[in-house]
């Protein structure tokens, strides 16, 4: 279902308005009754706690080791040994 409705009218209910095309409906939304804009659902809506997840991709490394090795701590200060 598509939704007709002015800026105004938007503002003042956005959460409602979104909550419908949560649902799958669609906003057309209009500025003196003239369309602007229309606001559809995503196609898919990827879970957050994977997104950029690879499962060919692998970590040969230490994640939760310093990294680069602690001998080499002091290139940080700059040659004079200051921080």
Do not use: Y
Request: glycine residues 10%; positive net charge.
């Amino acid at each position: 279902m598509i939704h007709t409705v002015n800026i105004a009218v938007l503002k003042n209910g956005l959460s409602e308005f979104l909550g419908k095309v949560q649902s799958g409906d669609s906003i057309l939304v209009c500025s003196r009754n003239k369309p602007v804009a229309k606001i559809t659902p995503l196609a898919s809506h990827p879970n957050r706690s994977t997104k950029g997840f690879d499962p060919a991709v692998k970590i040969f490394a230490d994640l939760e080791g310093p990294a680069i090795p602690p001998a080499d701590w002091g290139i940080l200060a700059g040659a004079d040994g200051a921080r």
